[in-house]
T-cell receptor, first 113, second 114 residues
Framework: KQEVTQIPAALSVPEGENLVLNCSFT??????LQWFRQDPGKGLTSLLL?????REQTSGRLNASLDKSSGRSTLYIAASQPGDSATYLC????????????FGTGTKLQVIP | SAVISQKPSRDICQRGTSLTIQCQVD?????MFWYRQQPGQSLTLIAT?????????ESGFVIDKFPISRPNLTFSTLTVSNMSPEDSSIYLC???????????FGEGSRLTVL
């Protein structure tokens, strides 16, 4: 059974700082890994999708890396802004498929102006 | 990408009543997924809804409590039956893009049961 852990659970940084969020998973036979953002009481917004054959993906100030062999992914946020404050979730597909996923425990980020 | 609309966005319900949540996708999709997010927790998959067949429920979730309909390839409903305060959660509908496997979510339906 896939288990997904995110560290840290919460993070508070001053505006402008670069930061790294971590995601670990137990079953490395994954099809892809996806990072999401969730604002309080809202749905999920897809940030980045990394296929199993890729090592990283970039979108604007966001960069996500994937190391399947070690069961890890990182989300790097450059030059953080108060608008980045949200909960960040990683999601990994269940074994044998790619649309049923297990979510990580989440990292709640607060960027202080 | 898929655009997913959910209704209601939020509701306050009385114990013992039932509520049906609707999910509409802007394109035809094979599978739709329903998740629950309890306060302060991550998301847990309730069931997978395929058009033309019964939904497949994950361990810990049963059809009597969470009946699901999937009448066509763009629409699904989830009913939360005989609600108790423990059912207070955000319920989210999701679907995936074939090929890449990218998942998209609705805005969620926030239920509070008194």
């Amino acid at each position: 059974k896939q288990e997904v852990t995110q560290i840290p659970a919460a993070l508070s940084v001053p505006e402008g700082e670069n930061l790294v969020l971590n995601c670990s998973f137990t079953d490395s036979a994954i099809y892809n890994l996806q990072w999401f953002r969730q604002d309080p009481g809202k749905g999920l917004t897809s940030l980045l999708l990394i296929q199993s054959s890729q090592r990283e993906q970039t979108s604007g100030r966001l960069n996500a890396s994937l190391d399947k062999s070690s069961g890890r992914s990182t989300l790097y946020i450059a030059a953080s802004q108060p608008g980045d404050s949200a909960t960040y979730l990683c999601a990994v597909p269940h074994s044998g498929g790619y649309q049923k996923v297990t979510f990580g425990t989440g990292t709640k980020l607060q960027v202080i102006p | 990408s898929a655009v997913i609309s959910q209704k209601p966005s939020r509701d306050i319900c009385q114990r013992g009543t039932s509520l049906t949540i609707q999910c509409q996708v802007d394109s035809q999709v094979t599978m739709m997924f329903w998740y629950r997010q309890q306060p302060g927790q991550s998301l847990t998959l309730i069931a997978t809804a395929n058009q033309g067949s019964e939904a497949t429920y994950e361990s810990g979730f049963v059809i009597d409590k969470f009946p699901i309909s999937r009448p066509n390839l763009t629409f699904s409903t989830l009913t939360v039956s005989n609600m108790s305060p423990e059912d207070s959660s955000i319920y989210l509908c999701s679907t995936g893009q074939g090929g890449t496997g990218e998942l998209f979510f609705g805005e969620g339906s926030r239920l509070t049961v008194l």
